[in-house]
DNA sequence: AAACTTAAAGTGGTCAGACCACTTTTTAAG
DNA sequence: CTTAAAAAGTGGTCTGACCACTTTAAGTTT
């Protein structure tokens, strides 16, 4: 709701030197293996302090566009993959990195009917009976007149750990996690929380017989029924 | 109470005051929201300059771990999806075994094909420009006898850019980066280089052509021919 | 008692100078 | 000329100070 990262006057000063550096690559000034002045003198010519030069060249270093090497200097290095991605967002725009929650859920359209499939091929026992607990304790919990947004991410994070993929397991946890408030949120639309159940229910069923085609279109089904609908249409 | 700040080889010190929070974090005991003690009591209890601490902060920063308030504090805050790809990749690096490089593959077949299918639904001619320009210096490179990793790199990841979808292109540059090493190990194997470039051609002309399912097949097709299981196949 | 105003404390942002650790260059010795 | 030692150059860190902004507490007014 309220805009954060818009502070065009409370820009700190090692943010602006990067800027200035971001300028000087893109114009071609600064090429690829030049060495850049010491940081003392850095400082001099643009008359700041020593300690903001160096958080400005930490900055610079974390985005790939330099390297800093004890005792002989500082060098710029643009052919690195984190240099090229960092140019092309900078020329992008000044906006920060705030990610538009559809892009999320684009996310999990592609990875989570997919992950479903593969986790009806390989849910052991132990992990149908941990998938259906969970959805004792979601039907719980609507019950009681909660949302049962808990019992809601557990599933889709067990459905992950069914896969027995740890890459998989940690992707999904993290994008689930950034899903949670505005899940709760959405669970609270009425009828939300209990076609969430229904659709859960369904996937474990699919799940456990080991129908992954099933499985991934229960799945979609889900995605497409829980994600919010009809807020912006491009 | 009082970890050491173990300097590990060629280490700075900043650095590991970063990997000191990314544990942390990881480990729940910083969660998000939660208020750091002040500078200059965080390197008392580190038993480091202010310098140093303030170098690593801005290192979590733009990791997106930390945000920092002028006059008020710094915050832990990892639910934004910059903090979610650090700590995947930070958890992912250094326990790397041969066991995850497979899970990691494993979601790269979840996840490229589809994004190889939305990228020719909205690719623009820029996008395509940069992908042709990509595949001439992968040829480049591949002619001057190298492996041509890093042209093989930025393909996949220019493809993440032409979906124009902020969450997609991290969890792919995520992936991607810790695969640089072991792709170019494959990549060394006779023929290997040679054909990776042409399917790269098949994906590129796919998307030019805004054929979707059959960018989504090439993508298939490519990932088969990549991958290490594939080493006996041929 | 409540609302407003003002002062103080807390905290990030910056600057200055110093010293250390490492690398490169210069100088001196053989 | 080769080699070893000294010097210079540079990033890495520490200390202490002051500024700018925010939050809190104290004091005042209503």
């Known amino acids: 709701m309220q805009a954060e990262?818009?502070?065009l006057d409370?820009?700190?000063l090692h943010e602006s030197i990067v800027l200035r550096f971001h300028a000087l690559i893109q114009q071609g000034?600064?090429?690829h293996g030049a060495k850049l002045p010491a940081e003392r003198v850095l400082a001099e010519q643009l008359k700041v302090g020593r300690g903001s030069v160096r958080e400005a060249i930490r900055t610079l270093e974390l985005q790939g566009l330099v390297v800093?090497?004890?005792g002989s200097g500082t060098f710029i290095n643009t052919q690195s993959l984190d240099a090229m991605t960092t140019l092309m967002t900078s020329a992008l725009g000044p906006g920060g990195s705030e990610t538009q929650l559809r892009d999320i859920f684009e996310v999990r359209h592609l990875l989570e009917p997919q992950l479903?499939?593969?986790a009806a091929q390989r849910a052991t026992p132990a992990d149908v009976e941990r998938l259906s607990s969970i959805l004792v304790e979601q039907r719980?919990?609507?019950m009681e007149g909660e949302t049962g947004v808990d019992a809601d991410t557990k599933f889709h994070y067990a459905l992950a750990t069914a896969t027995h993929n740890a890459a998989l397991i940690k992707v999904v946890s993290a994008v689930e996690d950034v899903l949670r408030q505005s899940r709760d949120q959405s669970l609270q639309q009425p009828g939300r929380a209990e076609r969430s159940l229904a659709s859960h229910r369904q996937i474990l069923e699919m799940v456990?017989?080991?129908?992954?085609h099933g499985a991934r279109e229960a799945m979609e089904h889900h995605l497409t029924a829980v994600e919010p609908s009809s807020v912006f249409v491009e």
């Open 116 to 118: 479903a499939a593969l």
């Open 29 to 31: 000034i600064l090429k």
């Open 10 to 12: 409370g820009q700190r």
């Open 140 to 142: 719980r919990q609507i």
């Open 5 to 7: 990262l818009h502070n």
């Open 208 to 212: 456990s017989n080991r129908d992954h």
């Open 68 to 70: 800093s090497k004890h």
